[in-house]
């Protein structure tokens, strides 16, 4: 476990910026807006925006403010933030991300749940880089790999015997897999999505509520769905453009925070301009896009060789926020997926709820976690 913290050299962005002052854009079909994917008016605002007043260095050392570790585990170098709380009585936590964000995802929230409440309690902060995302070692490895690894960081390499886990997207796979596979160590879980359908359902034994979700869902993936079908199968062939040009690889993220996020038709109603970027950055100085988006293949493989232990039934304690733009599934079907103790319903918020509105997601996992002291 040795200090880290980041350092990208001068050449990466002088790299970066003439490569986006070289950008071959493509034709756009008139009045596009994002009926089509990303919304060409807007790409063209952000890259202006990123090539002449973005400043990755402002935001590297805002960033590099909380204490950052790497640890090799099982020959994997990881990449952590970890902050201790400053409250008596501080319950380990660890906040798994997902795609296509990073660790960037829960920053807001770091001094909120590290400064103690009046009753002293906090938490000691975990925030790991996913095996092949970001300043993690760039290789690709399922969630049920990850859940062990992230295992062994918080009882093998911080020394906890006991702890909590929270997450949303591939994060509620690698939580979900923590307490399934660890139940000696993983006291209660706390989640934004709890799985989704896969096809392998009796839909007879569904409930009615349970049978029009999966209805939404298979409409979904038809709808929205081709990245996750691309990235499960071909990510090599995706990955050399996203990896060689800046402006593909913000147009594949940018589509998903539009999508994803609670905005009313204005993406920055929810993310500045600034923050976006900035979660772009971690893939492109990094180099980790590529290894990223395999995670998805690396899953769809071990779904198909004999199931993710993610699929079974959690029996610890969960916690599950509902955010209004994350896929709408009915406490039957979270209640089939986990041992259901807490299902709140927001007002506002979407799939990066920690980033979005830092303040209610903070609530919630307070609120939630807090009941275990």
Known sequence: ??????????????????????????????????????????????????QTQYDWRIHEAEINKYPQYKTEIDGIAIHFIYVKGKGENNLPLILSHGWPDSFYRFLKIIPTLTGPTESGASFDLIIPSIPGFGFSQQTAVNSDRTAEIFNKLMTE??????????????????????????????????????????????????????????????????????????????????????????????????????????????????????????????????????????????????????????????????GVSLFPKEAQFPKEWADRMANISSFSKLGKGGHFAAMEVPDVYGGEIKDFFFSFQ
């Open 157 to 318: 390499t911080l020394g906890y015997s006991s702890y909590f886990a929270a997450g949303g997207d591939m994060g509620t796979l690698i939580t979900k897999s923590m307490a399934v596979q660890f139940p000696q160590h993983v006291k209660a879980i706390h989640l934004t999505d709890v799985g989704y359908p896969n096809g392998s359902e009796d839909w007879s034994t569904m409930t009615p509520a349970e049978q029009q979700f999966g209805q939404e869902i298979q409409q979904w993936f038809f709808t929205e769905g081709a990245f996750n079908m691309v990235q499960s199968t071909k990510p090599q062939t995706l990955g050399y453009g996203l990896n060689d040009s800046p402006v593909g690889l913000a147009s594949w993220i940018i589509e998903k925070f539009y999508a994803w996020s609670d905005n009313g038709g204005d993406l920055e109603s929810c993310f500045s301009k600034d923050e976006l970027i900035t979660n772009i950055m971690i893939y492109w100085v990094s180099q980790s896009i590529n290894s990223s988006i395999r995670t998805y293949a690396e899953n769809a493989r071990a779904a198909y060789m004999g199931g993710l232990k993610s699929s079974a039934r959690v029996e610890a304690p969960t």
């Open 1 to 50: 476990m040795k200090p880290f913290k980041i350092d990208v050299p001068q050449e990466v962005l002088k790299d970066l910026s003439s490569r986006l002052g070289q950008t071959r854009w493509t034709d756009e079909p008139e009045g596009a807006g994002w009926n089509f994917g990303t919304n060409p008016d807007y790409l063209r605002e952000l890259i202006t925006y990123w």
